[in-house]
C-alpha cells in the first residue's frame, strides 16, 4: 500500500484516477481547488483538501510516496485569449508542486500531458519522438512542464512519467465529464441529443478522410486510469518517461455522431460547417511505447462501449 497526493482530483480525469488507485489498496489526498472541479466528485476514502497546487508545500510530507499532477486549465480556446492564466496556474502552480515534492522528500511523479504539445503533427500515427509544435497556450505550458520535469529528474532523480493523452472519453460509475463549457465532441453530441443544444456542427465535411470529417484517437477513462498505476510502478529514479495514450485507431466525426445514435436511439440534428483554422485531418497516436513501457493494453477500445457508459452517465447527472 502505497500513499498518493491527486492533483486535481475532482475533476474528470483526476476523481477517476483516484478512484482506481482507492480500489487498488493505496491511500488518496487529494488537492484541488474547485475551479473547474466538484467536491462530490471526490472518491469516498479518499482525503480532501481544498487548496491550490501553488500551496501544495502546506500539503506534501515524506509520508507520500508520489504524485499523480492533474491540475490545470485546460480549456483551448481560453488559453488563446487568455494566456498568462496557463502560464500562472499550469506551469508556475506545477514549478511550485515539483519545488515542494522536492523540499518533502517525495520523489515520483506523473503527470497529464496532452497530444496537444505536437500540434499539427507531420506524420500520422504520431510517435514521441514527432516534433512538438503547440498551436495554442494551453498545449505550450503543457510542453514546459515536460521541460521542468525532464531537468528535475535529471539533476534530483525524480522518478517521473508524462502521459500524453488523446481524446478522452467514457465514464467510470459515478465518475465522468462534466466541463462547462463543454469542448469535447461525444458530451457535445449528447446535448444535440438530448435538445439541449439545437445541433451538433460539424466542422468540415471535405477532409481527405473516408467520410470527409477529422479523425481523432478515443481512449476510455478507465483505460487511461490504469495506464497511471502502471506508470508509478513503470517509473525510474532521474528517469522522465514520455508515452502518449491513445488506442492508435481513429474514429471520424460522422463515426462518433452514427455511435451516439446507436446507443442512444435518438435522433442527432447536425449542421455541417466550414473547417476551423488548426484542425488537422487525423489525430491518432502510436501506441506502442505505452504498451511496451507499461505493459499496458486497453480493454474497451470500442467506441460504442465508450459512449456507452458516457451516457449512462449524463442520464444520470443530467440538470
Ligand atoms: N480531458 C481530456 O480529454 C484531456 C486530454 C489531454 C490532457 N488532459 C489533462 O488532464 C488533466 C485533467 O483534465 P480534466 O479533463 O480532468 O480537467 P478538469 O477540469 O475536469 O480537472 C482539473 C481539476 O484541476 C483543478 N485545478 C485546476 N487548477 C488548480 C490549481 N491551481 N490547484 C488545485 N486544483 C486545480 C480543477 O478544480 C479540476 O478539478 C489536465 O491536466 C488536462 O490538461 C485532459
Known amino acids: 500500500?502505497?500513499?498518493?497526493?491527486v492533483t486535481g482530483g475532482a475533476g474528470y480525469v483526476?476523481?477517476?484516477?483516484?478512484?482506481?488507485?482507492?480500489?487498488?489498496?493505496?491511500?488518496?489526498?487529494?488537492?484541488?481547488d474547485l475551479s473547474t472541479g466538484f467536491a462530490e466528485a471526490v472518491p469516498d476514502g479518499a482525503e480532501f483538501v481544498r487548496g491550490r497546487i501553488q500551496d501544495a508545500a502546506e500539503v506534501l510530507d515524506a509520508s507520500f510516496d508520489g504524485?499523480?499532477?492533474?491540475?490545470?486549465?485546460?480549456?483551448?480556446?481560453?488559453?488563446?485569449?487568455?494566456?498568462e492564466k496557463y502560464w500562472r496556474n499550469n506551469v508556475?502552480?506545477?514549478?511550485?508542486?515539483?519545488?515542494?515534492?522536492?523540499?518533502?522528500?517525495?520523489?515520483?511523479l506523473?503527470?497529464?500531458?496532452?497530444?496537444?504539445?505536437?500540434?499539427?503533427?507531420?506524420?500520422?500515427?504520431i510517435k514521441e519522438t514527432a516534433r512538438t509544435s503547440p498551436t495554442n497556450a494551453y498545449g505550450a505550458t503543457k510542453l514546459a512542464v515536460d521541460h521542468l520535469i525532464t531537468s528535475e529528474a535529471i539533476a534530483h532523480g525524480l522518478a517521473a512519467v508524462s502521459l500524453r493523452y488523446f481524446n478522452v472519453a467514457g465514464a467510470y460509475g459515478r465518475y465522468g465529464e462534466r466541463h462547462e463549457p463543454e469542448s469535447h465532441l461525444?458530451?457535445?453530441?449528447?446535448?444535440?441529443?438530448l435538445g439541449q443544444r439545437p445541433h451538433i456542427a460539424v466542422f468540415g465535411e471535405d477532409y481527405p478522410t473516408p467520410d470527409g470529417t477529422c479523425i481523432r484517437?478515443?481512449?476510455?477513462?478507465?483505460?487511461?486510469?490504469?495506464?497511471?498505476?502502471?506508470?508509478?510502478?513503470?517509473?525510474?529514479?532521474?528517469?522522465?518517461?514520455?508515452c502518449n495514450l491513445g488506442n492508435g485507431t481513429g474514429f471520424s466525426v460522422r463515426e462518433v455522431i452514427e455511435s451516439v445514435k446507436r446507443v442512444t436511439g435518438r435522433e442527432i440534428p447536425v449542421q455541417v460547417a466550414g473547417r476551423r483554422p488548426g484542425d488537422p485531418a487525423v489525430l491518432v497516436a502510436a501506441a506502442d511505447r505505452a504498451r511496451e513501457a507499461l505493459g499496458w493494453t486497453p480493454k474497451?477500445?470500442?467506441?460504442?462501449?465508450?459512449?456507452?457508459?458516457?451516457?449512462?452517465?449524463?442520464?444520470?447527472h443530467r440538470a
Open 1 to 5: 500500500m502505497s500513499k498518493y497526493l
Open 14 to 32: 483526476g476523481s477517476v484516477v483516484a478512484a482506481h488507485l482507492l480500489e487498488a489498496g493505496h491511500r488518496v489526498t487529494v488537492l484541488d
Open 67 to 83: 504524485v499523480l499532477h492533474f491540475a490545470a486549465s485546460s480549456q483551448v480556446g481560453e488559453s488563446v485569449v487568455d494566456p
Open 92 to 108: 508556475a502552480g506545477s514549478l511550485e508542486l515539483v519545488s515542494a515534492m522536492r523540499k518533502a522528500g517525495v520523489r515520483k
Open 110 to 125: 506523473v503527470f497529464s500531458s496532452t497530444a496537444a504539445v505536437y500540434g499539427e503533427p507531420d506524420e500520422v500515427p
Open 186 to 193: 461525444i458530451p457535445l453530441v449528447f446535448q444535440a441529443a
Open 217 to 242: 484517437d478515443y481512449i476510455h477513462i478507465a483505460d487511461l486510469a490504469a495506464a497511471h498505476l502502471l506508470a508509478l510502478d513503470a517509473a525510474e529514479s532521474g528517469e522522465h518517461l514520455i
Open 300 to 316: 474497451h477500445p470500442e467506441l460504442d462501449r465508450i459512449v456507452a457508459d458516457a451516457w449512462e452517465f449524463t442520464l444520470a
